[in-house]
């Protein structure tokens, strides 16, 4: 879908005195073309992209975003609000115009309804709805109403007339925590509650804000959601599994695991596979974007990953702390297990010589926690 610039013009990016909106905001110029070119290797795109981003994001045309929640904790608009870097919480607030949150904006009650109804009635095709939390449709879809109407209903008017849609957070995804068994509520996601809108899905608990913001930067440049996989996610973001990209992953083909919290192999930083880590079977890019200015990420902290980006997660990547039982293609539980035994024959089939002889080496060893790893 195209996003039409001409009719966009809502918003203008220069003040009157044809300042840059970045710089009204007090963001360097230097700051604003590094933004571009942190959204631009966040999209897989080459760093000659980084003008045609920028150019952009300094155009004319801000889309108006309704931003709906239902079944959620709010994590995702917490993700959103506490994005500490005021380079990029300014410039997507600047890039876009939040015209509606029932979280976040003042204005309540009937004056809310007003405004939601007010930019559907004026801008109905043009602009963009963020979903977050997942829409029951149990009961005649009665466990969530806002303004006496259901979400199911809100979510089908409003999903069906934009120009796009965004599910922000495993709930809107795929109905995440509340469709857990036995889904009392009969939660789904918004794929599968208003089904044939144009749709991109950004599972994870929290969503990723740079994940969500690189969405919507590509729709700014390219006029269109990015390329997605076959449960809906853009494949700049979710196209690898997190045991591609993790930093524990040399561990885990040298056949070092963590046996037991706060082991020795704990300390050093050892693969977390035994310990329950879902990596190996889900598809994220949180080991690239991590969290909290990039400071740190589940695994990186010591926990598991628990897969919290795949559809229907809760049920089936629990219990979180019992190891896979098995990756198809890759016989990880048998490998891990004869690493143990020092099958190194067998082991090496998997992780190669020298990693399996690590392995079998340290399985010698005794314990020495006063040693640094
Ligand atoms: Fe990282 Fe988990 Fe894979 Fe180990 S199993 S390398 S901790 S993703």
Redesign the pocket.
């Given at each position: 879908m195209k996003l039409d610039h001409d009719s966009e013009k809502m918003f203008p990016m220069f003040d009157e005195v044809g300042s840059p909106f970045w710089e009204k905001r007090g963001v360097s110029r230097r700051d604003f073309m590094k933004f571009c070119a942190t959204m631009t290797a966040a999209l897989s795109l080459p760093a000659a992209m980084i003008p045609k981003v920028a150019e952009a994001l300094e155009s004319d045309g801000r889309p108006s975003v309704i931003w709906l929640e239902f079944q959620s904790c709010t994590g995702d608009t917490e993700a959103l609000l506490r994005a500490s870097s005021p380079t990029v919480a300014e410039i997507v607030l600047d890039v876009l115009s939040l015209d509606y949150s029932e979280t976040i904006m003042a204005a309540a009650g009937h004056l809310a309804e007003e405004a939601r109804g007010k930019i559907l009635k004026e801008r109905a095709g043009k602009y963009i709805v963020v979903v977050e939390g997942s829409i029951p449709i149990g009961e005649n879809s009665a466990y969530c109403c806002i303004g006496g109407r259901s979400a199911l209903e809100i979510a089908r008017e409003l999903c069906s007339n934009a120009l796009a849609t965004i599910a922000v957070g495993t709930c809107a995804s795929y109905g995440g925590l509340p469709a857990a068994a036995p889904n009392p509520t009969g939660a789904v996601g918004v794929g599968e509650a208003v089904p044939g809108i144009t749709l991109v899905n950004l599972p994870g608990c929290p969503v990723n804000t740079d994940n969500l913001v690189a969405t919507i930067v590509h729709f700014l440049t390219f006029g269109r959601l990015p390329a997605v996989d076959g449960k809906g996610r853009p494949l700049f973001a979710y196209g690898k599994k997190?045991?591609d990209n993790?930093?524990?992953?040399s561990?885990?083909d040298a056949g070092q695991y963590v046996e037991a919290w706060g082991d020795q192999g704990h300390r050093k930083g050892h693969?977390?596979?035994k310990m329950g880590?879902k990596?190996?079977a889900t598809f994220h890019n949180c080991p690239i974007q991590k969290y909290n200015e990039k400071t740190g990420w589940p695994?990186g902290s010591g926990h598991?990953?628990v897969g919290c980006s795949e559809p229907a997660f809760w049920d089936s990547m629990s219990p979180f702390y019992r190891r896979l039982p098995n990756v198809p293609g890759f016989g990880i539980e048998a490998t891990a297990d004869k690493i143990g035994l020092g099958l190194v024959a067998a082991a090496a089939a998997g992780f190669g010589i020298h990693g399996a002889l690590n392995a079998l080496r340290k399985d010698k060893e005794p314990e020495d926690s006063t040693r640094e790893g």
């Amino acid at each position: 879908m195209k996003l039409d610039h001409d009719s966009e013009k809502m918003f203008p990016m220069f003040d009157e005195v044809g300042s840059p909106f970045w710089e009204k905001r007090g963001v360097s110029r230097r700051d604003f073309m590094k933004f571009c070119a942190t959204m631009t290797a966040a999209l897989s795109l080459p760093a000659a992209m980084i003008p045609k981003v920028a150019e952009a994001l300094e155009s004319d045309g801000r889309p108006s975003v309704i931003w709906l929640e239902f079944q959620s904790c709010t994590g995702d608009t917490e993700a959103l609000l506490r994005a500490s870097s005021p380079t990029v919480a300014e410039i997507v607030l600047d890039v876009l115009s939040l015209d509606y949150s029932e979280t976040i904006m003042a204005a309540a009650g009937h004056l809310a309804e007003e405004a939601r109804g007010k930019i559907l009635k004026e801008r109905a095709g043009k602009y963009i709805v963020v979903v977050e939390g997942s829409i029951p449709i149990g009961e005649n879809s009665a466990y969530c109403c806002i303004g006496g109407r259901s979400a199911l209903e809100i979510a089908r008017e409003l999903c069906s007339n934009a120009l796009a849609t965004i599910a922000v957070g495993t709930c809107a995804s795929y109905g995440g925590l509340p469709a857990a068994a036995p889904n009392p509520t009969g939660a789904v996601g918004v794929g599968e509650a208003v089904p044939g809108i144009t749709l991109v899905n950004l599972p994870g608990c929290p969503v990723n804000t740079d994940n969500l913001v690189a969405t919507i930067v590509h729709f700014l440049t390219f006029g269109r959601l990015p390329a997605v996989d076959g449960k809906g996610r853009p494949l700049f973001a979710y196209g690898k599994k997190i045991h591609d990209n993790c930093e524990r992953r040399s561990h885990f083909d040298a056949g070092q695991y963590v046996e037991a919290w706060g082991d020795q192999g704990h300390r050093k930083g050892h693969c977390l596979y035994k310990m329950g880590c879902k990596g190996p079977a889900t598809f994220h890019n949180c080991p690239i974007q991590k969290y909290n200015e990039k400071t740190g990420w589940p695994v990186g902290s010591g926990h598991g990953c628990v897969g919290c980006s795949e559809p229907a997660f809760w049920d089936s990547m629990s219990p979180f702390y019992r190891r896979l039982p098995n990756v198809p293609g890759f016989g990880i539980e048998a490998t891990a297990d004869k690493i143990g035994l020092g099958l190194v024959a067998a082991a090496a089939a998997g992780f190669g010589i020298h990693g399996a002889l690590n392995a079998l080496r340290k399985d010698k060893e005794p314990e020495d926690s006063t040693r640094e790893g």
